[in-house]
């Protein structure tokens, strides 16, 4: 007899299961074993054991409900679990040396980042109101720690509570709009409420639709809600600020896929009509205002802001075509913002942060490999052809041309010129300025470099060979 | 007079007092009163809950909110030395903003109940009167551990990310304790204790 048909399927949730178990495991070792390089050596055998548990257990071809229709297992959630699994493995491998010279390198950091992704895998598979929510507190409650968790950091903790205060008010907002539309409806069941929401939608539908885009909004870092998410990013230790730029960005694409996709799909008309004003300020405050920043993390904070605006704009145009290409925009994103925060992290020391643009002068002549890795990710991101950064733009403009929304092709593309100046401006800095005098040499710190690499190796391959990734998305979505 | 009547008078006697309460908890000048009057807000919503027949949802709430968390609550306020003045500094200047707040969510409260019959949920029906015998504990442990086996897990595990951030964030090692750390002992070096200091030879006077 097959063991697995026992627990009626519940296999399918291996991810989160293997991940719980390997959370409470890792606490109790990192008591007992007490030694800190060894939690982190632990935390990447977890995620390595958790995501060969997942590819061989809940491998999934069709969509099944779990959990009395609390849990969804399908293809896209797989495929973005697997994603998490491994930024987040790199993203611990680059901020391995940075947490040691900082003295933060506790076992407290791993398990935190570990429940975190719980909490983003939570909200993957989320297909009821209840588990989106519990998914949305399970991350920002580890994130809030992780931020303020270099305690002697005074930054850190002030953006830390910036971030808690706002990031309340966001989860208000949510839990408002999503109680207005359980009241309306009379069920938390995502696939129910899309039965019984027909158009036209009554006003108070409306109510809570604007309350769940603006916690949406909040939580992606769109203009007018994206005030908190410059401040986190410079204040936070970048190995956190790593983890906040990438991991959850595949967890609020999911949301903004789940909620307003699917379960208010009746309604978008008007969220989209909602999406429209947030997408554009989104894309024209992102990067203007990164033209004038000094500080790289400030820089890319903006830069992520801007990259919001493209992933609304996959929303907007309301097709399976368009949440395909906005699928593969944040999975282009994250892979990038992966390598270029990988690179400040390896170019920091003890006692020196590298996150101003001033200390990346002259880099290409100090430490070659940090400097070429830069030079593809940001090339990549300023959307240069053939790096996969140009294949996730010309996605968006394809589906918002193919939508009938020539203005916003206009208005992203002008956008996306600001934008090349303040990406080429770094790789300037790095190749053709002098270093300063006291500049420091490059440092050594084999696997870590080695990833980096990779990371943007695989920039290139994907960007030389993008169909392999673009008709997957495509696939997932359908 | 019929019993319906009567719960839907106690029914307003006791939202009465909730709101009442409220009010107190957002206007009283004391702190204390402040804790006092949400107190007496979750008592009355227990009661409330009384009357749709959800009894250990009332007791819980008692129990755990005003038994524990309020308690504490007021522990808080009285060991805290807070300055009254500061607090209550711009109360008049924002209290508009918060009656527009009010006023919206009333208006937005009014509306779904309006709603709730077009789209076809009855809201009007009270809950359905239960036998004598049935227990409002045992059926909600039913649910709670089958069909909602899942969030509840989740929620144990949100409730283990307080403790490990908790902990985390508060523990320190206090600096200026007055004991041996063998292991920093070992691991000194001479160049963490000694400076060697280069200088010109002082003049023979």
Redesign the interface.
Known sequence: MNPAADFGGLVLATPEIAL?VG?CAL?LLDVFLGRRALTATLTLAVLALCAALTVSYAHVTTRRL???G??VADELGYLLKLAGFLVLALGLLYSRAYLEQRRIL?G??Y??AL?AL?GIF?LISANSL??VY??V??LA??V??LV??D?DSGVAAESAMKYFVLGAIASGALLYGMS?IY????TLDLGEIST??NSPS????I?GLVFVVVAVGFKLGAVPFHMWLPDVYEGAPTSVTLFIGTVPKLAYFALALRLLAQGLGGTELEWSQMLVPLAVLTLIIGNVVALVQSNLKRMLAYSTIANVGFILLGFIAGTPDGYAAALYYTLVYVLVALGSFGVILLSSRRGFEADLLDDYRGLAQRDPLLALCMLLLMFSTAGVPPLVGFWAKLRIFQVLWESGHLWLVIIAAAMSVVGAYYYLRIIKLMYFDEPPAAAPTAARGGGARLALGLNALAVLALGVAPAPLLNLCARVLQ | MSAGVLVQGLFYAFGTVLVLGALGVIGARNPVYSALSLVLCFVTAAAIWLLIEAEFLAVVLVLVYVGAVMVLFLFVVMMLDINLAELRQGFTRFAWLGCVTALAVIFEIAGVVWARGTLGVDAARGPVPTAPNYSNTLELGRVLYTRYAYPLELAAMLLLVAIVAAIALTMRHRVNLKQQDINAQVAVRAADRLRIVKMDPEPRP
Do not use: K, Q
């Open positions: 719980a959370i606490l779990l959990f009395d609390l849990y506790r407290e950091y398990v935190l429940t719980l939570v209840l588990t519990l998914g507190e399970l409650l580890s809030y720690a303020a968790f305690r207005l009241g309306l409806t009379g019984r929401l009554p006003l108070g539908v109510v």
